[in-house]
C-alpha cells in the first residue's frame, strides 16, 4: 500500500499548453483524455436535448426531417465514438492502470501518445464533417443508404476509422502492460478486478476494432469507386455490411460496458469494507463476457434478412451472455451482504448501476428471443433497452468512477452533500426519460420516427420532461466538479480507505 | 553525447519505465504480435467478402480468375518469399552484430519489395487497359454480369496489401539509415525484430492471396 | 540479451527452399479439379505455407509461449467471423423458399441481381 509519487506532482512539474500535448505521463494523457469525452458527452448531451424537444410534439417543432435525422446521427456517432468507448478505458485506465499495477508507466508511453492524437485527429474529423453536410445515416452507418446518401459519410466514416486506430493502439498498450508491466509479487490474480476488465476490453479492442476500421473502409471504397459488394444493385449485399459492423459493434457494446463493471467491483469492495465475494470468477466472466461478445452479433440482424437458421443459432448464442453478466451481479450483491456500507456518493452509482443494469439486462434477453425481437426491432423499446445498458449501465460507472477518484485525480474534495442531489437528479431522471420509452415501443411507436402517432404524445412528454431533470442533475454536477477544483479542501491521500494501490 | 560500445556500436538506452533490456524487447515483441493479431483481423473482413461472393457467383470466379496472370502471381510470390528469407538474415546479421550483412540483407529486402511493386504495377496496368476495374469505371469485356465485384474485391486485397508493401519498405529505409549509424547489434536489434514480424505478416497475406485470387479455379 | 537464440543459417535456407517448393505445389494442384474442395485445397496448402512462416522466419519454435497464443486466437476469431457469415449466406435460400412457399412472400431484401439466381439454379 505504499506508493510513494506525490500525486499532485505530475500538474506542478511542467505548466503551459505544450507541456500536455506532447506529454509521455500517463497520468496526463488519461487527465486529457478525461477532458475530451467530457466534452465529447456534452455536445452528444446537447444534441439529445433538443431530440428530445422536437418529440414533445407529434408534429414538427423546430427541426426539419433531415435535420432531426442529421441530429439523431450525431447525437448517436458522437456518444459512441467521442463519448463511451473511450470514457473508462482512456481516461481511467490511462490514469489508474500503471498505478494499480504498481508500474511505472503503461508499456509504450508513445504509443499511448499517438493513440490519444489519433483521438484527437479523428474527432476532428467528425467535427469537419458536421460542417460539410452532417450525416444522416444514424450512427450504424447502414449500406446502401449510406453509400447513396449525398452528406458527408466520408468525412465521419473516416473519422470514425481514425479513432478505431486510437482504441486498438491502447488495448495493445493496455495488454501488453499487464502483461510485462506488474511487478514481482503481483500475480494475475492479485490484480484489482478493475485491471481484469481493462483486459477483457483490450482484448476486444485488439480482436473486433479492425473489422469496423476495414468495414468503414469498404464503405468508402464503395462510395468512391463502388466495388459492389455492399450495393443490392450491383449485385452486392447489404446484409453483408449489417454482418461486417455487428461484428465489431456487439462487442463493442462490451468494450463500453467491460469496464464499467470493473469500476463497480471496486466500489463495492471499498464502499461495504469487505473483499470482493468470488474474486476468480469475477476475473473469468469479464474473459467469458470478451469471448461470448464475439458469437452473438447476428441478433441486430433479425430481421434484416439473415437467414432463419443463422437468426435461430445467434438468438440461442445471445442468451449465454446472461450467464457470465448475472454472475457479476450475484457477486456484488453477494459482497454487500453483511458489510458495512458507507452511502458515499460513488456507492449510489453502484447502486444506481446495478438496479438499471438489470433492466436493461432482461429486456437484452427479450429482444434476444427471436419471436419477440420480430415485434420489437427498431421500435423505442430498443431504444429504452440500449439506453438502459450504455445510460444505466456505462454513464452510471463513468459518474461512479470520477467520483470515486476525483480526490485522486485533482487533489480536491467535492461537496458530498450536493453530490448526492446531483446523483438523484441524475438517476430519477434518466428513468423519467426511458421508462416510458419501454411502454410506447411495446405498443409499437417506432423508433428514428420524427413524426408520430398522437397517440405516443403523453409518453413522448414525460420523457422529453424527464431529459430536463436529467440535464438539470447533470449541470448541477458540473457546477460542484468545477467548484471542487476551484476552492475544493485538500483531499487526503486515501479518502475512502480503499485497498488497491492507487 | 551516446555512449558507444567498445565495438563502435550505439549504446542502446533502456526505457525508464522498464526494469532490463529483455523485459523492454519482450514487451516491445508482444505489443508486435498483438499489432499483428489486429492486421489479421483487418484483413479479415475481406476474406469473409470473398468467401461470401464466390459462394454466391462460383461461374463469375472461375471466369474473373482466367483475367489474372498467373506468371506474374506466381513471380511476386517467390520475390516475396526470397525478402522474407533475407529479413529473416538481416534479423540474424544484427543479433550477431555484424553491421555489413544487416545492411546487405535490409538492401535486398528493400530491392525485393521494390520488385513486387513494379510487377504490381504492370498487373494494374493491364487491368485498367482492359477496363477490369471495380464497377465506377468498368468496362472490360465477360459473360458474367457481375465480373466487377470480383475486380472490386481484387482491387481492395492487392491494394491494401500493396499499401502495407509499401510502409514496410519505407520502415526498411529507416532500419538502413538506423543500420547504417551503428545503432543495432547483439545487445539492441528490437526495431530490426519488429520491421521483421510485420515483414512477414505481409508474406503471409500474400501466401493466401496467390492461391485465393491467380489459382482457384 | 545475449541469451536470446540465433538460428543456424542452415535453417532459414531450408525454410525457403520448403516455402518455394510448397509454391510449386500451390499451384500444380490447382491444376487437377477437386470440385468443390478446390478452395479447401488450396486454402490447407496455403494454412501449411503460414505456419512454416510463423514458426520460422517469425521465430515462433523459439519464442515466448504466449505470442503464438496470440495469433491462433486471431485465426479462431478470424474462423468464428468467416463461419458465422457464410452459415447465414448458405442458408438464405431456403429462408427464401419457405417464405416463398408458406406465406407468399417475396422478400424484398434477398439478393438480386443475375448472380443470385445463378447460384440457385445450380442447387436445384
Ligand atoms: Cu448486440
Redesign the pocket.
Known amino acids: 500500500m505504499t506508493h510513494v509519487v506525490d500525486k499532485r506532482s505530475f500538474y506542478e512539474v511542467k505548466k503551459g499548453f505544450m507541456s500536455w500535448i506532447i506529454t509521455l505521463d500517463h497520468k496526463r494523457i488519461g487527465i486529457m483524455y478525461l477532458v475530451s469525452v467530457l466534452i465529447g458527452f456534452g455536445l452528444g448531451g446537447l444534441f439529445a436535448l433538443a431530440l428530445r424537444l422536437e418529440l414533445i410534439t407529434p408534429d414538427k417543432l423546430f427541426m426539419a426531417d433531415k435535420v432531426y435525422n442529421q441530429a439523431f446521427t450525431l447525437h448517436g456517432v458522437i456518444m459512441v465514438f467521442l463519448f463511451i468507448i473511450p470514457s473508462i478505458p482512456a481516461a481511467f485506465g490511462n490514469f489508474l492502470l500503471p498505478l494499480m499495477l504498481g508500474a511505472k508507466d503503461v508499456a509504450f508511453p508513445r504509443l499511448n501518445l499517438a493513440s490519444f492524437h489519433l483521438f484527437l485527429f479523428g474527432a476532428l474529423f467528425l467535427v469537419l464533417s458536421v460542417f460539410l453536410g452532417a450525416v444522416d445515416t444514424g450512427w450504424t452507418f447502414y449500406a446502401p443508404y449510406s453509400i447513396y446518401t449525398n452528406t458527408s459519410v466520408i468525412a465521419a466514416v473516416f473519422g470514425a476509422f481514425i479513432m478505431g486506430f486510437s482504441s486498438i493502439l491502447t488495448g495493445v498498450n493496455f495488454i501488453a502492460t499487464i502483461h510485462t508491466m506488474r511487478p514481482p509479487g503481483m500475480t494475475w490474480f492479485r490484480m484489482p478486478l478493475f485491471i481484469w476488465s481493462l483486459y477483457a476490453t483490450s482484448i476486444l479492442q485488439v480482436l473486433a476494432t479492425p473489422v469496423l476500421a476495414i468495414t468503414l473502409l469498404l464503405l468508402i471504397a464503395e462510395r468512391v469507386m463502388n466495388i459492389g459488394i455492399f450495393d443490392p444493385a450491383l449485385g452486392g449485399d447489404p446484409v453483408l455490411f449489417e454482418h461486417f459492423f455487428?461484428f465489431y459493434?456487439?462487442p463493442a457494446?462490451y468494450i463500453m460496458i467491460l469496464p464499467a463493471m470493473g469500476v463497480m467491483s471496486e466500489l463495492v469492495t471499498t464502499f461495504c469494507r469487505r473483499n470482493i465475494f468470488g474474486y476468480k470468477y469475477i476475473a473469468y466472466s469479464s474473459i467469458g463476457i470478451a469471448v461470448i461478445s464475439f458469437l452473438?452479433?447476428g441478433?441486430?440482424l433479425f430481421v434484416s434478412g439473415q437467414s432463419d437458421f443463422a437468426a435461430m443459432i445467434f438468438s440461442l448464442l445471445?442468451f449465454l451472455v446472461a450467464i457470465p453478466s448475472a454472475i457479476k451481479i450475484f457477486n456484488w450483491i453477494a459482497t454487500m451482504y453483511q458489510g458495512s456500507i458507507d452511502p458515499k456518493t460513488p456507492f449510489l452509482y453502484f447502486v444506481a448501476f446495478v438496479l438499471l443494469f438489470c433492466i436493461g439486462g432482461f429486456t437484452g434477453i427479450i429482444l434476444g428471443s427471436l419471436s419477440l425481437d420480430v415485434n420489437l426491432h427498431d421500435t423505442y423499446f430498443v431504444v429504452a433497452h440500449f439506453h438502459y445498458t450504455m445510460m444505466g449501465g456505462v454513464l452510471m460507472g463513468f459518474l461512479g468512477a470520477i467520483h470515486y477518484w476525483w480526490p485522486k485525480m485533482f487533489g480536491k474534495m467535492y461537496d458530498e452533500f450536493l453530490a448526492k442531489i446531483a446523483c438523484f437528479l441524475i438517476v430519477i431522471g434518466f428513468n423519467v426519460v426511458f421508462f416510458p420509452q419501454f411502454l410506447m415501443g411495446a405498443k409499437g411507436m417506432p423508433r428514428r420516427y420524427h413524426v408520430y402517432d398522437p397517440e405516443f404524445q403523453v409518453y413522448h412528454v414525460i420523457s422529453t420532461v424527464g431529459s430536463w431533470v436529467l440535464a438539470v442533475g447533470v449541470i448541477l454536477m458540473a457546477y460542484y466538479l468545477i467548484q471542487s477544483i476551484r476552492k475544493g479542501e485538500k483531499a487526503p491521500s486515501n479518502p475512502w480507505g480503499a485497498l488497491t494501490l492507487e | 553525447m551516446k555512449q558507444l560500445t567498445k565495438d563502435g556500436f550505439v549504446k542502446h538506452e533502456v526505457a525508464h519505465h522498464f526494469e532490463s533490456a529483455d523485459q523492454e524487447f519482450q514487451t516491445a515483441k508482444l505489443g508486435m504480435w498483438l499489432f499483428l493479431g489486429q492486421e489479421l483481423l483487418f484483413f479479415s473482413a475481406l476474406f469473409v467478402a470473398y468467401g461470401v461472393f464466390r459462394f454466391l457467383y462460383p461461374a463469375m470466379f472461375i471466369e474473373a480468375h482466367h483475367h489474372l496472370s498467373v506468371n506474374m502471381g506466381f513471380l511476386n510470390t517467390i520475390v516475396l518469399l526470397i525478402s522474407s528469407f533475407t529479413m529473416a538474415m538481416a534479423i540474424r546479421s544484427a543479433q550477431v552484430s555484424n553491421k555489413k550483412h544487416t545492411f546487405v540483407f535490409l538492401l535486398i529486402t528493400l530491392v525485393c519489395a521494390g520488385m513486387f511493386m513494379v510487377v504490381k504495377y504492370m498487373e494494374y496496368a493491364e487491368k485498367f487497359h482492359h477496363g477490369l476495374l471495380p464497377a465506377r469505371w468498368f468496362f472490360g469485356e465477360g459473360t458474367s454480369e457481375v465480373l466487377h465485384i470480383f475486380f472490386g474485391l481484387y482491387f481492395c486485397l492487392t491494394g491494401l496489401h500493396g499499401i502495407h508493401v509499401l510502409i514496410g519498405m519505407g520502415l526498411i529505409i529507416w532500419l538502413l539509415i538506423k543500420t547504417q549509424r551503428g545503432e543495432f547489434y547483439s545487445e539492441y536489434y528490437t526495431p530490426v525484430e519488429m520491421v521483421g514480424l510485420y515483414w512477414h505478416l505481409v508474406d503471409l497475406v500474400w501466401i493466401f492471396l496467390f492461391p485465393l485470387l491467380y489459382l482457384v479455379g | 540479451m545475449s541469451e536470446h537464440h540465433v538460428v543456424p543459417i542452415k535453417t532459414y535456407v531450408k525454410t525457403l527452399l520448403t516455402l518455394i517448393f510448397l509454391t510449386f505445389v500451390t499451384v500444380k494442384i490447382a491444376e487437377f479439379d477437386f470440385g468443390d474442395l478446390n478452395v479447401a485445397v488450396a486454402l490447407f496448402v496455403a494454412m501449411i505455407k503460414a505456419s512454416v512462416v510463423a514458426l520460422f522466419f517469425m521465430g515462433l519454435k523459439w519464442d515466448k509461449g504466449f505470442n503464438a497464443v496470440i495469433l491462433i486466437t486471431s485465426v479462431i476469431f478470424m474462423s468464428i467471423f468467416f463461419l458465422f457469415t457464410l452459415g447465414d449466406i448458405e442458408t438464405r435460400a431456403q429462408t427464401d423458399k419457405v417464405e416463398a412457399m408458406r406465406f407468399g412472400i417475396n422478400s424484398p431484401v434477398k439478393i438480386i441481381g443475375d448472380g443470385h439466381s445463378e447460384s440457385r439454379s445450380k442447387n436445384h
Open positions: 455487428w459493434s456487439h457494446v452473438v452479433w441478433h441486430h445471445t
